[in-house]
């Protein structure tokens, strides 16, 4: 990506922003960025066409919101591998298992199984127990350990998507999704489907515990 000065004024200034293949940038720059946007633009109409419909009820506000977010989720996957970035800035450029794995989920609901399939495909990939978020060739990251619920959403995203899982992993004395210290914690007893440690293990009085044994 290049980024040139095209005007300045007194308030400010105006950046093109320039992509192109190779080291050599085109010849009229602003104008090769113009048919990339275009381009772009009707990619995104085809793939958009192809989406499932929210029905005749739903407001006008709603289906402008389904368009935008179809679009975000197709933005964050990669074409090839199915890797989905959690979002668009440093720090949240990885793969989150149950923030991909929603993805999928979210792709299969709208129709799009061929995408859903790719993301749940590449979440069957990831070695759940070494990491709780991967690059996107699906490579551990080390600064934070595994998560207890990662198992459970990917064997959703899978079930979702038609494809078999062997195993589900470990819930227990691992964190949660607040990726803190290690525990018994409910969001991963239901993200691993385990009713009867729900019941006998968290639930209390008034409702449910976030983490078993803990009275507070």
Known sequence: VQVD????????RRLAVV???????????LAAARRLLIRAERGDRRWLAGRGRLGSAVPAWAGRLYRRS??????????????????AR???????????????????AAGYSVEARRVAGFLNGLDLDGA????????????RGPQGDAAGWVAAASEATGLS????????????????????????AIAARRTAAVAAEFAIGGGL???????D
């Open 5 to 12: 000065v095209v005007r300045r004024g007194q308030n400010g």
């Open 19 to 29: 992509c192109s293949i190779g080291n050599s940038p085109p010849r009229r720059p």
């Open 70 to 87: 179809l679009l975000v989720l197709r933005t964050l996957t990669a074409r090839g591998t199915g890797s989905v970035a959690a979002g």
């Open 90 to 108: 440093e720090g949240w450029a990885h793969v989150w298992p149950r923030d991909a794995a929603a993805v999928a989920l979210a792709y299969e």
């Open 132 to 143: 709780a978020r991967f690059d996107g060739d699906g490579r551990p990251i080390p600064d």
């Open 165 to 188: 899982l062997a195993e589900r992993g470990r819930w227990r004395g691992v964190p949660d999704y607040w990726e803190g210290a290690g525990g018994d914690y409910l969001g991963n």
């Open 209 to 215: 515990l976030r983490a078993a044994r803990d009275r």
